[in-house]
């Protein structure tokens, strides 16, 4: 495989599997002079790291982070930066019934078909394991960003998990971090809770939606044909494991709209546009307007069950598989904090692009 790099000015290379020693990424493109430690890093991973709760795979990973480079005296030296993260809970037994079969729904048999081998210890490559290397990556670039833009600020949190719904009238985004479900609302915790202690004894698993927040983004980032900062920040949301779908503002909502209900109007104010309404989620014609951006996506529910489901093996054969191992019963819980480090990775990426083409000149109105 050769396509494990992600971004054009800021980069970063992932590695590693699911059951190997350990994993990690390469970070390149990282100005130099931005303060940088793996205590800063560290607190991005513990948000994702498996084990936190009875609601997320029970393998036991500290995630500690090291620097192997690109870092002195507390700060970046614009040179690479690597990182790496020790696996140390593997169990490889755990995957022995299906080294020669396909989890259905999973990427099992899309990567035999095109590859011919797979590690199928943990899913390999396709497990989910590889996000904790984009989280220490976005780790790098969220401390780029206070550096460069200090007034961002980037926050995800679940919007659905199966039946159950975030009710919007309760957003409080201070419940965000108290709770195992990443929900911006503390009184619906225990349902949330008590809905998945449902499907997880039931030896099932659940879909789940997550909204991110960029606010503070200045206008201006994204560039038009093929570098538009909604197309970026949907193939990063749609590289994330087990993501089916992607939405910017409105989304598929707007196909229900009229011009007049969906034209963001604007005024003029003391410090420049006001727009009257957001349903282009802060993004017009693939360049920042200044306003929130808001992204949501889908996560498809977690294809590792105990449940018999239908397969085949690579001999050709018919059978029923139940697989074993230790497995999240919604997906959808450690995506938040892997979406804020995608959503991080792609603005430093974009804000460096634009710093390269126009050097933060703007056009003026009034």
């Not at 303060?35 to 560290?42: G, M, R, V, Y």
């Not at 948000?47 to 795979?57: A, E, I, L, V, Y």
């Not at 919007?168 to 609302?185: E, G, H, V």
Request: hydrophobic share 40%; net charge negative.
């Amino acid at each position: 495989m050769s396509y494990n790099t992600f971004g054009r000015e800021f980069r970063f290379t992932t590695w590693g599997e699911s059951h190997g020693p350990a994993l990690g990424a390469t970070v390149d493109g990282v100005p130099p002079g931005v303060p940088l430690d793996e205590a800063f890093i560290q607190q991005f991973l513990d948000r994702r790291r498996p084990g936190t709760s009875k609601f997320t795979t029970q393998r036991r990973e500290a995630d500690q982070v090291r620097i192997l480079s690109g870092v002195f005296e507390g700060k970046t030296t614009g040179t690479p930066i690597q990182l790496m993260i020790e696996n140390t809970d593997q169990r490889s037994k755990d995957y022995g019934d299906i080294a020669s079969s396909f989890r259905p729904g999973h990427a099992d048999i899309t990567y035999h078909l095109k590859y011919g081998i797979r590690d199928y210890r943990g899913g390999g490559r396709s497990s989910a394991r590889e996000t904790a290397a984009r989280v220490a990556a976005g780790g790098v670039a969220l401390a780029a960003l206070n550096h460069l833009v200090p007034k961002l600020r980037i926050v995800s949190y679940m919007v659905q998990m199966g039946q159950m719904h975030l009710d919007r009238a309760n957003f409080d985004s201070s419940a965000i971090a108290d709770n195992p479900f990443f929900l911006p609302d503390a009184g619906a915790v225990d349902a949330w809770a008590d809905y998945l202690d449902g499907i997880r004894k039931d030896q099932n698993s659940v879909g789940a939606a997550v909204e991110v927040l960029i606010e503070g983004c200045p206008p201006g980032l994204g560039a038009p044909v093929y570098a538009k900062l909604d197309t970026d920040l949907a193939a990063a949301m749609m590289s994330i494991n087990a993501v089916k779908g992607v939405e910017i503002g409105e989304g598929m909502g707007a196909a229900a709209l009229t011009g007049t209900e969906n034209a963001d109007e604007i005024r003029m104010g003391n410090d420049g546009p006001i727009f009257n309404s957001n349903h282009a989620g802060g993004i017009l014609g693939g360049i920042s307007t200044g306003q929130p951006i808001l992204v949501r996506f889908s996560v498809k529910p977690t294809s590792s069950i105990t449940t018999p489901r239908k397969t085949i093996n690579q001999h050709g054969e018919d059978i029923d598989l139940i697989t074993k191992g230790r497995h999240d019963p919604c997906v959808g819980i450690r995506a938040v904090p892997v979406a804020e480090a995608m959503a991080a990775c792609v603005i430093l990426d974009q804000f460096l692009m634009d710093r390269a083409q126009t050097g933060g000149v703007r056009g003026k109105i009034g």
